[in-house]
């Protein structure tokens, strides 16, 4: 059921014209409720992204690092 929905089933509810302040905490708990959901799964779901990056960087990088350090000791090496 989305917010809309649920916001109008409570506004025509009995509780409502019992208690309106109860049911619009409610309805603003579950929106918010749901709002920190949404928020959550982007965050998981941008961790694994930067992961899949990273794990297609990360060999490159390590390679890159290991020819520079080469270079690096054939140089000291021809100096001595």
Do not use: H, W
Request: aromatic share 2%; hydrophobic share 30%; with cysteine.
């Amino acid at each position: 059921m989305n917010v809309v929905d649920l916001k109008e089933k409570l506004m025509q509810s009995k509780a409502y014209s019992d208690d309106e302040e109860f049911v619009k905490d409610i309805l603003a708990t579950t929106i918010e409720d749901r709002r920190k959901a949404e928020e959550r799964r982007l965050e998981r779901e941008l961790e694994l992204e930067l992961a899949r990056k990273l794990s297609r960087i990360l060999p490159r990088a390590k390679t890159r690092i290991g020819i520079c350090e080469n270079r690096s000791k054939t140089e000291n090496r021809e100096r001595d």
